[in-house]
C-alpha cells in the first residue's frame, strides 16, 4: 500500500511477523484537516492533554467532558479492545448530565501490542520502567479506538501503527524515570514528549500513536457531509 504524505512515514521499521499482530497500516488522503475543521465545535470525552491539543491545533473548539468509566474488555484482539473502550467512554458521556446532543463528542483509547501482549498505562515507576525496557530496541504496535457521535448517530473504528525504539541506555531510561513524563500513557511514553528521543521510526499516522486517529475520523465526517 503507498502512503500518503500526510502524517506518513515511509515504511522503514523492521517488522518481525512473531511479534507484530497482523493488521493493515492505512495511508491517507489530505482533506483530513478541513473536514474536521467544519464541525467548529466538538465534545472530547477524555482528560488526555494530548487529545485535546491535537484537536485545538485544527482550530476546533473543544469542550473537554472526562468521563470514568471500566477499563477492562471481553475482547481479545487488539483494535476490538480499544474500539470496545473508547466506546465505553463515549456512553458515560451520553449518559452523563453534560451530554449535548447538538455537539458532536469523541472518545478515544490507546494501547500498546509487543510480543502478542497488551500493554497499558504503567501504574508505578518500575512497572513503567519495565515497559520502556520490553520496548527499547524493539518494534511495537499503537492501536488507537475511537467512538464518534455526530448527526445523531455513533460510528467506531480503530487504526495501528507501527513504532519503532532504539536502544535505550540505563542513564537515559533512569533520567526518564525520575521525570515522570511516562504517567497516564500507554507504553509509558509519548510521542511529543521526552521519549519522542526514544523512537527510531513510525511507520503509519503520528496521529494514532498520540492517541486519536484522526484520519479515521475524518473519513467518517467526509462520508456524512457528501
Not at 93 to 118: C, G, H, K, Q
Request: glycine share 8%.
Amino acid at each position: 500500500m503507498d502512503f500518503a504524505v500526510i502524517g506518513i512515514q515511509k515504511p522503514c521499521c523492521p517488522i518481525r511477523p512473531s511479534r507484530v499482530v497482523q493488521t493493515a497500516v492505512y495511508g491517507y488522503s489530505g482533506s483530513m484537516p478541513v473536514t474536521l475543521q467544519s464541525l467548529g465545535t466538538i465534545v472530547l470525552a477524555s482528560q488526555s492533554q494530548a487529545r485535546l491539543e491535537l484537536l485545538k491545533s485544527l482550530k476546533l473548539n473543544v469542550i473537554v467532558r472526562p468521563t470514568h468509566s471500566e477499563e477492562t474488555s471481553t475482547q481479545t484482539q487488539p483494535g476490538n479492545v480499544v474500539q470496545e473502550l473508547a466506546f465505553r467512554k463515549l456512553t458515560a458521556y451520553m449518559e452523563s448530565p453534560d451530554y449535548n446532543p447538538r455537539i458532536p463528542a469523541v472518545a478515544a483509547d490507546t494501547l500498546i501490542w509487543f510480543e502478542n501482549t497488551l500493554m497499558g498505562k504503567a501504574h508505578s515507576p518500575e512497572e513503567a520502567r519495565r515497559q520502556i525496557s520490553r520496548l527499547s530496541g524493539n518494534t511495537h504496535t499503537v492501536f488507537s479506538g475511537f467512538a464518534l457521535y455526530i448527526d445523531g448517530k455513533t460510528y467506531q473504528g480503530f487504526d495501528s501503527t507501527l513504532v519503532t525504539f532504539r536502544k535505550i541506555g540505563q542513564p537515559e531510561l533512569d533520567n526518564y524515570i525520575a521525570g515522570g513524563q511516562w504517567k497516564g500513557a500507554a507504553g509509558s511514553y509519548r510521542l511529543d514528549g521526552q521519549a519522542g528521543t526514544f523512537i527510531s521510526c513510525v511507520q503509519g499516522s503520528r496521529n494514532t500513536v498520540t492517541g486519536l486517529p484522526l484520519e479515521r475520523i475524518s473519513d467518517i465526517i467526509k462520508t456524512l457531509r457528501s
